[in-house]
């Protein structure tokens, strides 16, 4: 079965500052994607990074990096320079590309607040 | 971008009615839909999986008949929420899954639906 570990339940970040958000995984897949996904208070699930099991780099999105570490089952978010719009949940999500027919399953979330 | 859209995006109903929430991709082809269910501060709970032709497949713990879900299209899916009770009260997101794609992030989710129930 696969499991997703959020232990951070709330953050807070100066403005400008740098995160992390923890993540880790359980799976017993070969092939897996990770995702985070930003959730503000209006509800819908913006998408925000994505890392294949089989990546060697680390995945960059413009502010947003992932930090994989495979063998320690971790998938940390990192965001760079925080912004007042950066207030939101935060989610990490695993799917299995085999055996799970396409499904997300979700942690329990982060709630980050950026202060000014 | 890929769009999915979700109707209606509010809803407050009376106890013992139905309700249906349709969830559409609107410029992709989707075999595959999710339906999540979300309370207040928590996560999204997977509830099933929407195969366009044949039946849903819903996770443990999720009533079928409760939740009755059709996947009539490779474009629209609905939930149909029968003889809702406050405690069904929640959010309510689809995702469609691009046809063909089981790679990257080919995944995309609607906007939700909150559904209040008297």
């Known amino acids: 079965a696969q499991k997703i570990t959020q232990t951070q339940p709330g953050m807070f970040v100066q403005e400008k500052e740098a995160v992390t958000l923890d993540c880790t995984y359980d799976?017993?897949?070969?092939?897996?994607?990770l995702f985070w996904y930003k959730q503000p208070s209006s509800g819908e699930m913006i998408f925000l990074i994505y890392q294949g099991s089989y990546d060697e780099q680390n995945a960059t999105e413009g502010r947003y990096s992932l930090n994989f570490q495979k063998a320690r089952k971790s998938a940390n978010l990192v965001i760079s320079a925080s912004q007042l719009g950066d207030s939101a949940m935060y989610f990490c999500a695993m799917r299995g590309i085999y055996n799970q027919g396409g499904k997300l399953i979700f942690g329990q979330g982060t709630e980050l607040s950026v202060k000014p | 971008g890929a769009v999915v859209s979700q109707h209606p995006s509010r809803v407050i109903c009376k106890s013992g009615t139905s309700v249906k929430i349709e969830c559409r991709s609107l410029d992709f082809q989707a075999t595959t839909m999710f339906w999540y269910r979300q309370f207040p501060k928590q996560s999204l709970m997977l509830m099933a999986t929407?195969?366009?032709?044949?039946?849903?497949?819903?996770e443990q713990g999720v009533e079928k008949d409760k939740f009755l879900i059709n996947h009539a299209s490779l474009t629209l899916s609905t939930l149909t929420v029968t003889s809702a009770h406050p405690e069904d009260s929640s959010f309510y997101i689809c995702?469609?899954?691009?046809?063909?794609?089981?790679?990257?992030?080919?995944?995309?989710f609607g906007p939700g639906t909150r559904l209040t129930v008297l």
């Open positions: 799976t017993s897949d070969q092939s897996y994607g």
């Open positions: 929407s195969n366009e032709g044949s039946k849903a497949t819903y």
């Open positions: 995702s469609a899954l691009r046809t063909g794609s089981l790679y990257y992030n080919e995944q995309f």
